[in-house]
């Protein structure tokens, strides 16, 4: 019997290729979701309408942004801010309407799920605000949120995974008194750079991972040099390549628009 997983491309809305690589893979059948920027200017009326046609076979998120963009705050400013109590909430709360707004007014339906660029929807003081606002905005349809708990090893940005646990520490409890559900199980946290090894470690995940879980990546068409440009095309490589869909065999998984909740 085959396991099912979600496979998740963030970042949906921030640049044309990454826009087309994400949609070329749902159509090969090698995502099932994928979560959009509706901040940055490839989220467009076409950019959407692609995800809408396809959205029997993907689900699609909000991908809640603080961090880029006009008007972003730097990564470290921001958790400064969220771990002092000294965030600007009024901005937090109207970032996250507008963002949600622009999702329904493209797609024409509430998101399927809300997670954060960077993780941001984890954090102390955004999360009250996420949680909250979905919790009563949305009374019939409401969207599942992105639990992001990584594994401390099993990957090249320990540090990471720690700092993030860190930030979450409370999030739980929180997401079930306001009626939220979320992901049970997680992976797919790296360094994000080329030489990391993304084949390895998602056979790893694949192999390894309980029965629904999230596996979020970050695939792309790109021309850039950086060490994120090249691992975005990585991944994309091999995402579409034979390998990929050999790995999903011997592993046994198939791709769900769904991950386990509770």
């Known amino acids: 019997m085959t396991r099912s997983l979600v496979l998740c491309a963030d970042d949906f809305g921030l640049a044309d290729g990454i826009n087309r690589a994400i ?10 979701a994928t979560s959009c920027m509706t901040t940055m200017t490839a989220w467009t009326e076409d950019a959407a309408a692609a995800l809408v046609a396809r959205h029997d076979r993907a689900a699609l998120g909000l991908h809640f942004n603080l961090t880029e ?3 972003a705050l730097p990564l470290g400013k921001l958790m400064q801010q969220s771990l002092l109590g000294q965030l600007d909430t009024d901005r937090v709360q109207q970032a996250f309407n507008q963002q949600l707004d622009r999702f329904e007014a493209l ?3 509430p998101p399927d799920f809300v997670d954060g660029h960077q993780h941001i929807q984890m ?17 019939r349809q409401r969207p599942w949120i992105r639990v ?14 720690l700092v993030l646990r860190l930030m979450g520490l409370g999030f739980e409890r929180q997401r079930r008194q306001h009626a939220v559900a979320g992901n049970r199980s997680f992976a797919g946290m790296y360094s994000l750079q080329p030489d990391a090894g993304f084949e390895r470690l998602l ?3 694949l ?3 309980p029965e629904g879980a999230l596996i979020m990546c970050h695939p792309g068409h790109t021309d850039g040099q950086s060490g994120l440009a090249r691992a975005r095309q990585q991944e994309y490589d091999w995402l579409a390549g034979d390998a990929f869909g050999a790995a999903l065999q011997q592993s046994q998984r198939s791709l769900t628009v769904m991950p386990a909740l509770d």
């Not at 949609?23 to 099932?32: A, C, K, N």
């Open 207 to 209: 192999q390894t991972l």
């Open 23 to 32: 949609v070329e893979l749902i159509d090969l059948g090698r995502l099932s």
């Open 107 to 109: 797609v024409g339906l």
């Open 203 to 205: 056979q790893h995940w």
């Open 69 to 71: 963009g006009d008007n």
């Open 148 to 161: 992001s708990n990584p594994a401390i090893g099993g990957h090249d940005a320990g540090f990471k995974a």
């Open 123 to 139: 954090f102390p003081g955004i999360r009250n605000i996420v949680l909250q606002t979905l919790q009563q905005r949305y009374q």
